[in-house]
């Protein structure tokens, strides 16, 4: 049996991954994508704790992270569509300023 | 090594290759393929981690819904070339760098400090439940007692109680006829419960009353089978067996019938045993003559990962062998759904996380009302510049005068002005 140990380090190894996507790209979907690594990130450590307690809260609750990605995605797409209806680009860099 | 540690590391490092991948591909399409692999070697991680329910879940909603939604976000907008713009500022990369490898080392000391797996599953606190199986009169109900503490009241003949959880430890049951006063509790066996113990007490057999303890097996049951124990509480006979006799119910032949139970004795059970969960037509009869019918079980249902109890009884009858009627009495419990399968995610979330889950719904219902505004005040909003005004390519005038064939203009005189916007619209109704 692999140790959980070795599934947070690999959970952990994800988020960063997710969080320097975040950060270093400039593009509104590929910085979206890396907020998606970052939650699948955390699911893997809460379904390796939930392994190693012998209870299902952990896997419930990642089911809930499913869902609320799934809502985050949709509105967020959507955002992202409708800026570039507005701006005709989606560089996070060009969309600071907060005006119309 | 084992096989899991392999498929471990190598599905792990797919994962990690995938993500990094992700981050350095320019086509925004690649990236989201990428990414694609990486749920799925998620999902293969959560089949490890005896999660198959959110592995189908993740491949389902993750690598289908929401990256098919990526997917047709990143072509719609024609953005799949990822621009390489002047970076605004020029130490964000290094500094991100050193953050990131900061960051992983915290806490890949601390996980590894930590003592993750130090700590060992709990053990479940025993449980136990009360049959009711016995025939002597004034006895219909009984309220039954543990260490003088009423533990269930009004139980009636033939009936059983749910699995309850108690502390362990031994306990003397007693028992009285229901309602009756305290002072005249019976007392009938001392009973010591062990931690992760699954138990059935019959109270069966003459008067004063004996007390049977079945261990029950409410473990796991891999595929379409269910569990089956058989109780003999008939205490008019030296013993019973339980045949298949098909389903006619005659026996034509003693020596070829399949025989389930051999032999049981009274206050004797059998040992669990895993049978193939479908409709049976069974019959209890006597273990010297198989020609003597006691009971016929017509359309028994072994459900699927049930655990199936059956206690023989005896019910006070004065014309029947040795006053006593057999009659049965047919107890089950689900048994524990398979780790992380669908039934016990299932249950978890529509017994203890009814309200999360309502509101998880109401949030996913706002968040599509929320993309269908957003991209409906996008797409209706009128362009900058443009004119407001419907055009109408064929003036209506000359669509009537091609018809009637004569000029239509002089005896109109209500037609609008098109130098005023306001009257048009008022006398467009009454020109329609």
Avoid at chain 2, 188 to 200: C, D, F, I, R
Avoid at chain 2, 321 to 331: K, Y
Wanted: with cysteine; glycine share 6%.
């Amino acid at each position: 049996m692999v140790q959980t140990e070795a599934y947070v380090i690999l959970s952990v190894v994800l988020f960063v991954l997710g969080t320097m996507g975040v950060l270093l790209r400039r593009n509104a979907i590929l910085v979206f994508m890396s907020v998606e690594l970052m939650l699948n990130a955390a699911n893997v450590a809460l379904v390796a704790f939930a392994r190693q307690w012998g209870g299902l809260d952990g896997q419930v609750f990642v089911f809930f992270v499913i869902t609320v990605a799934a809502a985050e995605v949709a509105i967020g797409l959507a955002l992202i569509v409708a800026i570039f209806r507005s701006r005709q680009s989606i560089n996070i860099d060009e969309l600071h300023l907060m005006e119309g | 090594m084992s096989i899991e540690v392999i498929l471990f590391v190598i599905v792990g490092a797919v994962a990690v290759a995938a993500a990094v991948m992700m981050l350095l591909s320019e086509n925004a399409v690649h990236s989201a393929l990428f990414l694609i692999l990486n749920f799925v070697c998620v999902a293969f991680l959560f089949l490890l981690l005896e999660a198959p329910f959110l592995a189908l879940v993740q491949i389902v909603v993750y690598a289908g819904a929401i990256m098919v939604l990526f997917l047709f976000v990143i072509m719609l907008l024609g953005a799949e070339r990822v621009m390489q713009t002047v970076q605004e500022f020029t130490w964000q990369s290094p500094a991100v760098l050193v953050l990131a490898l900061i960051f992983l080392i915290a806490v890949s000391l601390s996980v590894l400090q930590g003592e993750v797996d130090t700590q060992e599953a709990p053990v479940l606190a025993p449980v136990l439940r009360v049959a009711h199986a016995f025939p002597v009169d004034g006895f219909d109900t009984v309220d039954i007692y543990l260490n003088n503490e009423l533990f269930v009241a009004d139980l009636s003949f033939r009936e059983a109680t749910d699995y309850q959880t108690l502390p362990e430890g031994s306990y003397n049951v007693s028992y009285n006829s229901a309602g009756d006063d305290i002072a005249n509790i019976i007392p009938l066996a001392t009973v010591s419960v062990e931690p992760g113990q699954v138990n059935t007490l019959v109270f069966y057999g003459t008067a004063p009353g004996q007390l049977a303890v079945i261990e029950d097996d409410l473990s796991t049951i891999p595929g379409r089978e269910a569990r089956l124990t058989v109780f003999n509480a008939y205490t008019a006979l030296p013993a019973i067996s339980l045949v298949d006799p098909g389903s006619d119910l005659t026996i034509s032949n003693a020596e070829t019938v399949p025989v389930i139970v051999e032999n049981l004795e009274p206050g004797a059970a059998t040992t669990p045993e895993l049978l193939p969960a479908e409709r049976k037509t069974w019959a209890f009869v006597r273990a010297d003559d198989f020609n003597q019918l006691l009971l016929p079980l017509r359309d028994f249902r072994l459900d699927r990962g049930q655990s199936h109890l059956i206690v023989l009884a005896g019910e006070t009858d004065e014309f029947a062998t040795a006053g006593l009627r057999p009659v049965l009495v047919s107890l089950s419990a689900r048994t524990t759904p398979q780790f992380g399968g669908p039934a016990s995610v299932g249950q978890l979330l529509f017994i203890e996380y009814v309200l999360p889950l309502q509101l998880v719904a109401l949030l996913l219902l706002a968040a599509m009302v929320g993309a269908i505004v957003l991209t409906q005040s996008a797409a209706a909003r009128p362009k900058p510049g443009r004119e407001t005004r419907r055009k109408v390519s064929r003036p209506l005038t000359s669509v009537i005068a091609a018809q009637t064939g004569r000029d239509v203009m002089e005896e109109s005189p209500r037609l609008p002005e098109p130098d005023k916007p306001d009257e048009e619209k008022q006398s467009e109704p009454a020109g329609n």
